[in-house]
């Protein structure tokens, strides 16, 4: 006999993901928590992996002091979502007991998850009210800047592109030459 379908689904909240995690539910799972549902993360190769390398030298060089820079590392994203964006971009303070829960700045480099970041993600960071969010776009070679989020998106977008350079709103004092991060 077949069972009728599934009209709904429970999702999976931030506190219990992170319990989970803490009784080693999910080892070697390359996975986050993205509205409640486990969502794959995409394999991440060579100008991936540079970028963030990159974003991130330059990020704790010039914010020492004023932010932290955390790369690849969990943002407590409302009840239901912890992301793990590229680069975050916080307010200084002890992180050792709890995920931080605000941004001045998130960044997310795509080169198969360009869909993800343009979508879910983007539709997450606007509802926590993260002011500035980048997509690093790999395949284009260009920077993608969010700006003024308002409910579940952002009101603005940008586009810097090689030889052009991104301020970051923040700390006006930082930037980012698209050129020195994807050649």
Same mark, same amino acid.
């Given at each position: 006999?077949?069972?009728?379908?599934i009209?709904?689904f429970?999702p999976?909240?931030?506190?219990?993901y992170?319990?989970?995690?803490?009784?080693g539910?999910?080892?070697?799972?390359?996975?986050?928590?993205?509205?409640?549902m486990?969502?794959?993360m995409?394999p991440?190769?060579?100008?991936?992996?540079?970028? *963030?390398q990159?974003?991130?030298?330059?990020f704790?060089l010039a914010?020492?002091?004023?932010?932290s820079?955390?790369?690849q590392?969990s943002?407590?994203?409302l009840?239901?979502?912890?992301?793990?964006?590229d680069i975050?971009?916080?307010?200084?303070g002890?992180?050792?007991t709890?995920?931080?829960e605000?941004?001045?700045?998130i960044?997310?480099?795509?080169?198969s998850?360009?869909?993800?970041?343009?979508?879910?993600k983007?539709?997450?960071y606007?509802r926590?009210g993260?002011?500035?969010y980048?997509i690093?776009? *790999?395949?284009?070679r260009v920077?993608?800047v969010?700006t003024?989020?308002?409910?579940?998106t952002y009101?603005?977008v940008?586009r810097?592109?090689?030889?052009?350079?991104v301020?970051?709103i923040?700390?006006a004092?930082v930037?980012v030459r698209?050129?020195?991060?994807?050649?």
């Open positions: 006999m077949e069972s009728p379908p009209e709904r429970r999976l909240r931030r506190v219990e992170d319990k989970l995690i803490e009784l539910a999910f080892q070697n799972e390359k996975i986050e928590l993205l509205e409640g486990l969502v794959p995409s991440i190769g060579p100008p991936h992996n540079s970028a *963030v990159k974003l991130t030298e330059l704790v914010l020492h002091g004023r932010a820079v955390r790369p590392l943002f407590a994203a009840e239901l979502s912890e992301p793990e964006p975050a971009i916080v307010p200084s002890d992180y050792d709890d995920h931080p605000r941004a001045y700045l960044i997310e480099v795509a080169e998850s360009l869909s993800i970041d343009r979508g879910v983007k539709r997450l606007a926590c993260v002011p500035e980048w690093v776009n *790999v395949a284009d920077i993608e969010y003024e989020p308002a409910d579940d009101v603005k940008d810097y592109e090689r030889g052009q350079s301020r970051f923040q700390f004092d930037e698209v050129g020195d991060v994807m050649k």
